[in-house]
Structures are given as C-alpha cells and as structure tokens.
C-alpha cells in the first residue's frame, strides 16, 4: 500500500524559504512520476512541480526559478525547496505519486486526476 506523509511547512515571512518533504512507503520513487500541488481555500488543487520516473522536472510558471523539485531514492523522499516565498504562496501544500506519468505534462501543466496516491498535505503561510 502506497502511503505519502508531507512534512516541513510552516509560517515564513514573505522572501523567506521553506523545504517540504514527502516520504513514501509501498512504492519505488524512480518506478513513479511524483508532484507537488497545492490547494488554495475554495479552489482546486493545482500543480506546482512535478518529477517523472527518469528523474526530469517540470514546474509551472508559479515556482519557475523558486522552486525546486528533487528527490532520494534511497530516502524515498520527495523534496520542494521554495525560495523567495510571497503571500500568494499561502496554501496546503500536497505531494502525489503515481505509476504512469499521465499527470504531468510539457510546459508546466498537471493534472491531479492522474495521480492515484496523495498525501495529507502540509499548510505553508507566507506573510507579508
């Protein structure tokens, strides 16, 4: 049984940075296209980087050149380095997995109904 446990989110100033960790269990991390979404009050969830099995990244234009996606394979431990946080990135922050790569696609655009495995969420506030 898949299960994803996020960890690392928190209250930062605006300009301040934060890691977000998502360990896995029940899965190989280079077998799975891994991601991260996030979830603002009232709306959809919407993808903010993701990691396809060969290990190439992808990022929609909202983390371009502040956030990084990485992983561990050993670890099976999913990372999201945020730099220079804004109050626009107040949200929960959700990391998802899944066998197919369906989920993520060129040119920064996700898909959530593609990942069958999702975590708890961790709540990052940014203020200003």
């Known amino acids: 049984q898949v299960q994803l446990v996020e960890s690392g989110g928190g209250s930062v100033q605006s300009g301040g940075s934060l890691t977000l960790s998502c360990v896995a269990s029940?899965?190989?991390?280079?077998?799975?296209?891994m991601a991260w979404f996030r979830q603002f009050p009232g709306k959809q969830r919407e993808g903010v980087a993701g990691i396809r099995s060969d290990g190439s990244t992808t990022y929609a234009e909202s983390g371009k050149g502040r956030f990084t996606i990485s992983r561990d394979i050993g670890k099976k431990t999913l990372y999201l380095q945020m730099n220079t946080l804004k109050p626009d990135d107040t949200a929960m922050y959700f990391c998802a997995a899944d066998r197919a790569c369906g989920g993520i696609a060129p040119g920064g655009y996700f898909s959530d109904r593609f990942f069958a495995y999702w975590g708890q969420g961790t709540q990052v506030t940014v203020s200003s």
């Open positions: 029940g899965l190989t991390a280079d077998a799975y296209c």
